[in-house]
């Protein structure tokens, strides 16, 4: 009774790691989808600032539920100062690349962010990858280079701004799981967000543009999911391993190649696809593996 009450708790957070990831990661691409439309009349540090001032509304109903004020009291300032140049770093990264990128393309070059975590995963969070799962990472880069080259939209320069942005994007995910152990994810979420608009803010002199009613609204909306998509990722590595719960990331190229489809009138070539469908297998073979050490708790894989 014991050792099946122990499996029970022991496989029901991964089970919600793995829905808070679907949920993050459908959100972060409509997110995307709002940004890139917003980049036609913006600049990128604009961008964060006005869609900053809505990512509080839910962060300020987050704060309430987790209990107020205190909640925010962060336990590692200098994780969180780090966590927030990050995400900046990134987001200035993305966003710029969605300028010159289609949608689909952008999201399958930073698809790698998944594969960057895995490998990232055993030297800084000391989980172990086996070395089949490390042929699996290898697999998914030559998939993220397939999807690189064959498309001519993507072998442009900007092509390296979605990549760069996957590695950050990485390093802030290992940094999330480590800090989450002590720190509230309303915390993360918010010393976060306020570095983002504090450092959109900081570009308002030089770039800032008046900003049509219509066009706020779209600015909230980003705001809004956002901050949903942001505390689902928090979430996300709180309840489970990271190399675990990547993989799934990748159900966004679903929802890219939807919208920008029907927004833009994209559709992914034959290149694209088979560079997707490679990383995505990818992904599939290390959540295969890593699925049976969670359970089992094997060290050998």
């Not at 049509?212 to 705001?223: K, V």
């Amino acid at each position: 009774m014991k050792n099946s009450e122990l499996m029970r708790r022991t496989s029901s957070a991964p089970g919600k790691a793995v829905v808070c990831m679907l949920l993050g990661a459908m959100f972060l691409t409509a997110n995307d989808a709002v940004m890139k439309w917003l980049t036609d009349g913006y600049s990128v540090g604009q961008i964060m600032a006005c869609r900053g001032f809505f990512v509080f509304i839910p962060l300020s109903l987050l704060i309430w539920r987790a209990g107020g004020i205190s909640s925010l009291r962060p336990i590692q300032p200098v994780g969180h100062f780090i966590r927030a140049g990050l995400v900046i770093a990134g987001t200035f990264m993305f966003v710029t690349g969605l300028r010159y990128l289609t949608l689909t393309d952008a999201i399958a070059i930073a698809f790698a962010g998944p594969l960057f975590i895995t490998a990232l995963a055993a030297p800084l969070l000391g989980e172990k990858v086996g070395w089949r799962r490390w042929m699996a990472v290898l697999a998914g880069f030559v998939g993220i280079v397939v999807i690189m080259q064959p498309s001519g939209s993507a072998m442009q320069w900007a092509a390296l701004l979605p990549l760069g942005a996957s590695l950050t994007g990485a390093f802030r995910d290992i940094l999330t799981r480590r800090l989450s152990a002590r720190e509230t994810s309303v915390a993360l979420l918010f010393y976060t967000s306020l570095g983002m608009t504090l450092a959109g803010l900081a570009t308002a002199p030089f770039v800032w543009k008046a900003v049509p009613l219509a066009d706020w609204g779209m600015f909230a909306l980003s705001g809004m999911i956002t901050g949903c998509a942001h505390f689902l990722m928090i979430e996300t590595f709180r309840m489970g391993e990271a190399a675990m719960v990547a993989p799934f990331k990748y159900s966004s190229v679903i929802w890219a190649a939807a919208l920008g489809y029907f927004v833009w009138g994209d559709i992914p070539d034959a290149g694209t696809l088979s560079g997707v469908a490679i990383v995505i297998f990818a992904g599939l073979y290390i959540l295969h593996r890593e699925r049976g050490w969670v359970l089992t708790s094997s060290a050998t894989l």
